[in-house]
């Protein structure tokens, strides 16, 4: 729930008794509704393994049955983190994955005159940062991000930023709630598939993980 223009800041859950999805109801999204929702199914194969994340880039996204494969992997996945972590109090946490940076993103977007951006937009450049936070922090493989950061950029075109933004980026996710003092919580990956939750950044690490991103082609 967003709350004074701010996201995420208020929350409260409940969990389904069932998901049912009408795969047809994809063939009514535009490419940017269908690639909005696409982004939260590749943040869930790298937080899965290798092998969700190799079925899921290898996959034909034109055939219906293997995207109804994709998306039950998928939904299979969140349900057995959100199962296992019903109170946000851990394992949960790892979904958080791409989002610190994200929120901030659609949170910046809406206060100035950039164009509007889609959550999942906001999710891909997140990950693409958190990936870079990664490496610094966590040792994650350069090559891997560089091929990850490649499947990504083929279907989301990478968002314009200036260095001055970033400032502004940063101080917006100290009012994050998940976020304390001079430290930045954030969910990062050491491996695909071998994500960890509550790792404290701080913000040179994500004004370099900004920069990084702003230097992409
Ligand atoms: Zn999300």
Do not use: C
């Not at 982004?39 to 290798?50: D, F, Q």
């Amino acid at each position: 729930m967003d709350l004074d223009g701010l996201k995420n800041q208020v929350g409260l859950f409940y969990e389904p008794r069932a998901v049912f999805i009408d795969i047809d109801f994809l063939d009514t999204l535009s490419k940017r509704e269908w690639l909005n929702g696409y982004a939260e199914m590749i943040k869930h194969a790298l937080l899965e393994s290798v092998d969700a994340w190799s079925e899921l880039t290898n996959a034909t996204i034109t055939d219906k049955a293997v995207i109804q494969q994709l998306l039950y992997r998928s939904v299979q996945f969140k349900s057995k983190i959100v199962t296992a972590d019903a109170s946000e109090k851990g394992l949960r946490k790892i979904l958080n994955f791409g989002h610190t940076v994200g929120h901030a993103l659609e949170t910046f977007f809406l206060e100035t005159d950039k164009p509007h951006l889609k959550h999942g937009e906001a999710v891909v450049a997140g990950m693409i940062v958190e990936l870079f936070i990664s490496e610094t922090k966590l040792g994650f493989n350069p090559e891997t991000s560089q091929k990850i950061i490649g499947f990504l950029h083929g279907f989301y075109p990478k968002l314009n930023l200036e260095k001055a933004d970033f400032i502004r980026l940063i101080e917006i996710m100290k009012t994050d709630k998940k976020n304390r003092g001079s430290e930045y919580n954030f969910t990062l990956l050491t491996d695909i598939g071998k994500p960890v939750y509550d790792q404290s950044v701080l913000a040179p690490d994500i004004d370099t993980a900004l920069k990084r991103y702003r230097m992409l082609e």
